[in-house]
Every structure is written in structure tokens, then in C-alpha cells.
Nanobody, 120 residues
């Protein structure tokens, strides 16, 4: 199995930046895709950005040009990052890291979430 642990959330002023990290451990060889989702109070969880093994990334329209997803592969772990710039109050949410297996062996794992609050 794969375990995911997020870090890096916090309080930031509008226009500021934060970088979220997600450390994956366990059966990291089975990871096909990783992504960041967010859930604001009273709203459904939504995809923010995702990256597929091989490097292809996609973003929600609301974060294009402001957020960058990247993945760092090490020997026994994978670190997923989300660099968030030009933050807006509407980016306030709990951010969750997600990992998925391939179609040949589908699985789905979530991290515990990290709070991001954008406020003056």
C-alpha cells in the first residue's frame, strides 16, 4: 500500500505564496498518477492539479498560471509539490494529496489534508 502525508499549509495574505508537499511511502512503484484536491467549507472536493507518471500535468482553470505541480522521485519515496503563487481568498480550503494506481491495478489513496487559509 501507499501512504501519503501532506505538509506546508498555513495562513498567508492575498497575493502571497505557499508550497505544499506530499510524501509518498510504501509501494511507490505502483503509483500511476498523483494530484492535489481541495475542499472548501460547504463545497465539494475538487481537483486542483494532477501529474501522471511520465510528467504530463493538468490544472483546474481557476489555478492555471498561478499554481505549479511537480514530482520528485527518490529511491524509497516520492515527493509531490504544489507551488501556489498569487494566492486569493477563494483558494482557502483543505488541500488533499491523492495517489492512484494504473488501470491494470486500480487503487486510490488520500492524505490527511492540510489547511490553507488566504486572508488579510
Amino acid at each position: 500500500q501507499v501512504q501519503l502525508v501532506e505538509s506546508g499549509g498555513g495562513l498567508v495574505q492575498p497575493g502571497g505564496s505557499l508550497r505544499l508537499s506530499c510524501a509518498a511511502s510504501g509501494s511507490i512503484f505502483s503509483i500511476y498518477a498523483m494530484g492535489w484536491y481541495r475542499q472548501a467549507p460547504g463545497k465539494q472536493r475538487e481537483l486542483v492539479a494532477a501529474i501522471i507518471s511520465g510528467g504530463s500535468a493538468n490544472y483546474a482553470d481557476s489555478v492555471k498560471g498561478r499554481f505549479t505541480i511537480s514530482r520528485d522521485n527518490a529511491k524509497n519515496t516520492v515527493i509531490l509539490y504544489l507551488q501556489m503563487n498569487s494566492l486569493k481568498p477563494e483558494d482557502t480550503a483543505v488541500y488533499y494529496c491523492n495517489g492512484k494506481g494504473p488501470l491494470s491495478d486500480p487503487w486510490d489513496r488520500w492524505g490527511q489534508g492540510t489547511q490553507v487559509t488566504v486572508s488579510s
